[in-house]
């Protein structure tokens, strides 16, 4: 069984359509993450929600929109979709509870996000 | 900006060769931690070294961190072709919240037999 699980794995879609990527894990996980990859491989959080209240919210524009409907589940929807958008985005989770010094963090598979 | 970065950006090497990787970052942090994303697939965790730890071995992965350099290495030892893939270094700096992870852009690792 897959982890955290995300779809879909690839996207292809015009400017200015609205889309979402769906994210799921199965590990119990208090916290969940979205992170964008760009072309240049740099990997930049974008939002972290803990048991489906918002705690990091990086400067993102607010075309893109986290919903956590419960602690198992954060998705992302993107409206107004724009060229600059084209990227990777990973879903991830991590476990509350552990030390500050040692947790693990667990990404998905990524969806590519391709705007044409 | 990127807290981490990478050193080199690219590195080609046969099997059973020594691959070493660094790291360097900017600001106090928590921890550092390792991770494998092969090609077109999701990163994965190799390793975390605490802020007060200095060495730490993980079977053929060696991690070091010196915090008055603000750096760290990554040794893979005895590579194999399997581990081709780009490895990341990502800092949890210590005024961040939970999770914040801060990466650089990676070093792009080619294991040829």
């Known amino acids: 069984d897959t982890a955290v699980s995300q779809t879909p794995k690839y996207l292809v879609t015009q400017m200015g359509n609205d889309k979402s990527i769906k994210c799921e894990q199965n590990l119990g996980h208090d916290t969940m993450y979205w992170y964008k990859q760009d072309s240049k491989k740099f990997l930049k959080i974008m939002f972290s929600?803990?048991?489906?209240?918002?705690?990091i919210n990086e400067t993102v524009p607010n075309r893109f929109s986290p919903k956590s409907p419960d602690k198992a589940h954060l998705n992302l929807h993107i409206n107004s979709l724009e060229l600059g958008d084209s990227a990777v985005y990973f879903c991830a989770s991590s476990q509350d509870g552990e030390s500050w010094y040692d947790y693990t963090i667990y990404f998905g598979e990524g969806s590519w996000l391709t705007v044409v | 900006s990127q807290q981490g970065e990478e050193d080199p950006q690219a590195l080609s090497i046969q099997e059973g060769e020594n691959a070493t990787m660094n790291c360097s970052y900017k600001t106090s942090i928590n921890n550092l931690q390792w991770y494998r994303q092969n090609s077109g697939r999701g990163l994965v965790h190799l390793i975390l070294?605490?802020?007060?730890?200095r060495e730490k071995h993980s079977g053929r992965l060696r991690v070091t961190l010196d915090t008055s350099k603000k750096s760290s290495s990554l040794l893979i030892t005895a590579s194999r072709a399997a581990d081709t893939a780009s490895y990341f270094c990502a800092t949890d700096g210590a005024t961040d919240s939970w999770g914040k992870l801060q990466f650089g852009a990676g070093t792009q690792v080619v294991v040829t037999p």
């Open positions: 929600y803990n048991n489906k209240e918002l705690i």
């Open positions: 070294i605490r802020s007060n730890e």
